[in-house]
């Protein structure tokens, strides 16, 4: 069964450091979608990417913030320069049709 | 505004049914879903409602939806020992964004 994907599944970093979150959607894919749960809180969504180019965003997703879809297979998610609060569970997420949204196992961030 | 409701924890005993509760707030969402979260694991979508529906069940889940008082359930029949995981409840918020509820941690107990 097809699946989506994330590396790396944890990431550390210091402070003011860029990271690349990386993932790979179900191929037939055409919706694709990031989401971030900070320890103990709720999952938020953060961006929505379909037709090369962002759908919607939420306020979190702010300027140091960007997505990207490099080839016909990746969507990254690149912090530009990390702060404390980033650190959480990113998740990738894809669907063909807008309604079922299929999640990657996620990538834990911890901004030192 | 959007904003899903759980109850934070469910224990259960092995063979009985779970029932896991949802209130959500967005009148307009079109579709309402049950993810299931294992340990270290991430998200995996267990069964969705559209909104004109009230009832759905694949296998041993059905999901239950009362619009009118934004209420969304999810029973689980015969609840064994893999049932054990957080379950999140979602609604969609218009085409493309999900809102979570802040998830059920259900426990099976022999």
């Known amino acids: 069964e097809p699946e989506v994907t994330q590396t790396p599944s944890h990431q550390v970093t210091q402070m003011g450091q860029e990271v690349i979150l990386r993932c790979v959607p179900i191929?037939?894919?055409?919706?694709f979608y990031w989401y971030r749960q900070i320890l103990g809180q709720k999952v938020e969504f953060l961006v929505s990417?379909?037709?090369?180019?962002?759908?919607?965003k939420s306020e979190i997703f702010d300027d140091q913030f960007s997505v990207e879809r490099p080839d016909g297979s990746n969507f990254t998610l690149k912090i530009r320069s990390t702060k404390l609060e980033d650190s959480a569970m990113y998740f990738c997420?894809?669907?063909?049709?807008?309604?079922?949204?299929?999640f990657g196992p996620g990538t834990r961030l911890l901004v030192l | 505004g959007e904003d899903v409701e759980q109850s934070l924890f469910l224990s259960v005993r092995e063979g009985d049914s779970s029932v896991i509760n949802c209130t959500y707030t967005d009148s307009s969402s079109t579709y309402l879903y049950w993810y299931k979260q294992e340990p270290g694991a991430g998200l995996q979508l267990l069964t969705y409602?559209?909104?004109?529906?009230d009832m759905k069940q694949d296998q041993r889940l059905t999901v239950l939806l009362n619009k009118k008082d934004k209420h969304l359930s999810l029973r689980i029949a015969d609840t064994q020992t893999g049932d054990s995981a957080i379950y999140f409840c979602?609604?969609?918020?218009?085409?493309?964004?999900?809102?979570f509820g802040a998830g059920t941690t259900v426990t099976v107990r022999a």
């Open positions: 409602i559209f909104s004109n529906m």
């Open positions: 191929s037939n894919h055409l919706y």
């Open positions: 990417f379909y037709n090369n180019e962002i759908s919607e």
């Open positions: 997420a894809s669907s063909g049709q807008a309604e079922t949204q299929y």
């Open positions: 979602a609604e969609s918020i218009g085409d493309y964004k999900l809102s």
